[in-house]
């Protein structure tokens, strides 16, 4: 079975990456957020360990610190996000020993995901305002912004509500940020606005990637979406070939069978059977040279070629007529066949060949 690519239809999805789809069709919406939920677990697993290992990191940093005298007040004060770091590991080993639990459905992984973004906007945001109070550094806030955005998988609208969160939050840092005599110094100003141009930026590359990324997840779902539609439609065509060319051979074989009878009939005594004999080859011959003619028509129908041949009479005594062709197979399977009609006739244009 070979699959076209017609353009516009079954498997030429169009991935335009300028433009901004921002949910899927509504009848897909929830499938998408289901399928976005469980590629954020997947990623939220990966980022629980490492966060674990950066914590454990700091900690040998702390004691660093503390045996080589820097400890003060400040890294005190670090060291309380550094133990809210040892958290992670909690995530990390549910989401390692319970995937297929959670991604069952949506407020396990709700549950997962929240309680992770709550964590990573404690841990990393809190410490990159408190560095910043303190040395006027920025590397950890921008590590925020970054994993965050590679973390959770969020719609534009949700990136825009993060980022205007994190930029307010840091923007209020760099105001507070007064431990400078010269805080009212045109240098100290322009440091200041320097650096919320810096967070600016760099959010925005930030927004930029974390875009793409969604636009992915989203045309990859599509993508998926009209494979899996494509494979159900060409299962569903085999299926109906298949049962098709069951019945055909059971339609072939039953006018076979009556004149392949027939003709020993008449051949073991002609006078007995010559004048019905013949009338039921006949028949049946006709029946089955009239069934030849629809299979031949179905390569008309594939290659768009099937001419219409229209008649004027009473559709009606046709159908009638088509209902008694099966009557006899009906009788056979124990079947009682009526046909009831409110018209007694309708004459109209009709093709014949296409109604039986």
Do not use: C
Not at 280 to 309: A, H, M, V, Y
Not at 333 to 349: P, R, S, V
């Amino acid at each position: 079975m070979k699959m076209h690519r017609n353009p516009g239809k079954g498997l030429n999805f169009i991935r335009n990456p300028f433009k901004l789809r921002n949910r899927p069709p509504a009848e897909l919406e929830n499938e998408f957020i289901a399928y976005k939920d469980i590629k954020s677990i997947d990623r939220i697993g990966v980022a629980a360990w490492i966060g674990f290992t950066l914590t454990i990191f700091m900690f040998g940093l702390d004691i660093f610190r503390i045996k080589t005298g820097l400890w003060d007040e400040w890294y005190a004060r670090l060291f309380i996000f550094h133990l809210l770091g040892l958290l992670f590991l909690v995530p990390a080993i549910h989401i390692l020993r319970n995937k297929n639990w959670i991604i069952q459905t949506r407020l396990r992984r709700g549950v997962v995901i929240w309680g992770m973004v709550v964590l990573t906007i404690v841990f990393l945001l809190g410490q990159s305002v408190l560095i910043y109070l303190q040395r006027g550094a920025l590397v950890m806030f921008m590590g925020y912004i970054f994993v965050a955005g590679w973390m959770f998988a969020m719609s534009h609208k949700e990136h825009l509500l993060f980022n205007f969160f994190s930029l307010t939050t840091i923007g209020i840092t760099i105001i507070l940020r007064k431990d400078n005599p010269d805080w009212d110094s045109l240098e100290n100003a322009n440091f200041q606005l320097i650096s919320f141009i810096e967070v600016l930026f760099l959010s925005i590359i930030a927004y930029s990637f974390d875009t793409f990324d969604y636009q992915q997840k989203l045309e990859n779902f599509m993508y998926m979406r009209e494979i899996e539609k494509e494979q159900k439609r060409i299962r569903s065509l085999e299926a109906f070939k298949s049962k098709f060319f069951t019945n055909l051979t059971h339609e072939i074989r039953t006018p076979l069978t009556l004149i392949s009878g027939m003709a020993a009939e008449i051949k073991e005594d002609p006078k007995r059977w010559a004048n019905e004999g013949s009338e039921i080859i006949t028949r049946n011959s006709g029946n089955l040279l009239n069934l030849i003619n629809q299979i031949l028509d179905l390569s008309k129908i594939e290659n768009g070629s099937l001419d219409i041949k229209m008649i004027k009479g009473d559709i009606v005594s046709y159908l009638g007529y088509i209902v008694d062709a099966f009557r006899g197979h009906a009788i056979a399977k124990n079947i009682h066949l009526h046909f009831l009609t409110e018209e007694q006739e309708i004459i109209m244009d009709y093709d014949p060949d296409k109604y039986m």
